[in-house]
């Protein structure tokens, strides 16, 4: 199976349930793929401090660390020993 068809399946999947489970009636994933290799810790890196930026970007948050529905509000908070408050064990597992 290629990865865009997994992809696909990933992204319908979840946008069904979240319908159907949920009522959601937006969009839930932006159109179109494209995937990306990560070569190296500092290619790593660089994709990491993009995905922690999204919420700026998209004027959810001032700081990646304010969202509280994003990885860098999650590390923030294991960071300083607190506990998540959303799960059961404290921790989503990423």
Known sequence: MTIEKAMQFVKGN???RAKKELGFMGEVWQRGFSDVRIKDEESFSAHQE?????????????????Y?????????LKR??????????????E
């Open 50 to 66: 993009y995905i922690y930026d999204n919420p700026v970007r998209a004027g959810l948050a001032n700081t990646p660390e304010e």
């Open 80 to 93: 300083s020993g607190a506990k998540s408050p959303n799960h059961r064990d404290g921790w989503r597992h």
């Open 68 to 76: 509280p529905y994003g990885s860098a509000y999650f590390k923030k």
């Open 14 to 16: 979840f946008s069904y």
